[in-house]
């Protein structure tokens, strides 16, 4: 019954090469958000989506890209990975309530 | 800006024990809400209580319930009767209205129900 799911599940890639992780929901909710997830950390913010080509920086935007050319599809991108972003990350949506998010199961990503 | 403390990064109890998990917040706002999220080694970030800072009584869902102090700035979450089940990660967040429903999170507390 998943509203909300992430692709891929795990990846592993290499240095200074581009990836995309993506979000897709079925909830048809306006607010999309993508979180990292680190050690000590907790969860933080990268970029939302507050709808389609409407997207704002987060507090750990820098290496990033977003972007929501369609409702249900909210896509991250490491321009150029590197290992600083070897992380859990994390994608949520909300209906714009103040009940809070769903979240997807997230994606691995290990840089090497 | 609003912070969110867990000074707690790990606590561990037996089963059936009641164990409570401390959250502390930073925030001039008057209107605000309070999340406890678990993540069990699934990885899956599940809510598992909610709070609204206008309301003065706390909230409540089966075992789980929570000891909101609004001046105090606190917001600690009681689990009752401890199951092996309630093994996980625990998050606090905050979320402000009219943020675009960000939620600002806590490091976390890592709780372990031993048998």
């Known amino acids: 019954d998943a509203g909300i799911t992430q692709s891929p599940r795990h990846k592993v890639t290499e240095t200074g090469t581009p990836v995309t992780l993506r979000c897709h929901q079925t909830e048809n909710h306006r607010y999309m958000y993508w979180y990292r997830q680190d050690p000590g950390h907790g969860l933080r913010l990268i970029h939302y989506s507050y709808g389609v080509k409407d997207t704002d920086k987060g507090e750990v935007s820098d290496g990033y890209s977003v972007s929501r050319s369609k409702t249900e599809d909210f896509l991250l991108t490491l321009e150029s990975a590197t290992s600083s972003q070897t992380s859990v990350y994390f994608c949520?949506?909300?209906?714009?309530?103040?009940?809070?998010?769903?979240f997807g199961s997230g994606t691995r990503l290990t840089v090497v | 800006a609003q912070t969110v403390t867990q000074s707690q990064p790990e606590m561990s109890v037996q089963e059936a024990e009641t164990v409570t998990l401390s959250c502390t917040y930073d925030t001039s706002e008057n209107n605000y809400y309070l999340f406890w999220y678990k993540q069990p080694p699934s990885r899956q970030m599940i809510l598992v209580i909610r709070q609204e800072a206008y309301k003065q009584q706390n909230a409540t869902e089966n075992r789980f319930s929570v000891n909101f102090q609004k001046a105090a700035k606190s917001f600690s979450l009681k689990i009752s009767d401890s199951q092996l089940g309630d093994t996980a990660m625990y998050f606090c967040a905050f979320m402000k209205p009219g943020s675009n429903y960000q939620l600002i999170w806590g490091a976390g507390t890592k709780l372990i129900i031993k048998p």
């Open positions: 949520a949506i909300s209906d714009g309530t103040n009940y809070g998010y769903t």
